[in-house]
């Protein structure tokens, strides 16, 4: 669906990033695992709030870009 959209490509990198950000947190190898998030809590919450910024950026450029519908 979103190769189809009539978005830039920057716009579908972004989404693209999201996506596999987002599927690496709801489909996890190990659920009972915390090791890692235990061991890199300062990574892991930088790591979250570039991709909220991301997010945001992302979903107000697609708001914006069509503002003639």
């Known amino acids: 669906m979103t ?3 009539p978005i830039s490509s920057e ?4 989404i ?8 690496k947190w ?3 190898n190990d659920p009972e695992d915390d090791q890692y998030l235990l061991d890199n809590p300062e990574y892991i919450e930088e790591e979250q ?3 909220a910024k991301l997010a945001i950026r992302t979903m107000l ?3 914006y ?3 003639d519908v």
Not at 11 to 14: E, P, S, T
Not at 16 to 23: E, T, V
Request: glycine share 0%.
């Open 3 to 5: 190769e189809n959209a």
């Open 11 to 14: 716009l579908k990198r972004n």
């Open 16 to 23: 693209h990033i999201l996506r596999r950000y987002r599927n």
């Open 26 to 28: 709801v489909h996890v």
């Open 49 to 51: 709030e570039e991709m």
């Open 61 to 63: 450029q697609i708001l």
């Open 65 to 67: 870009q069509e503002q």
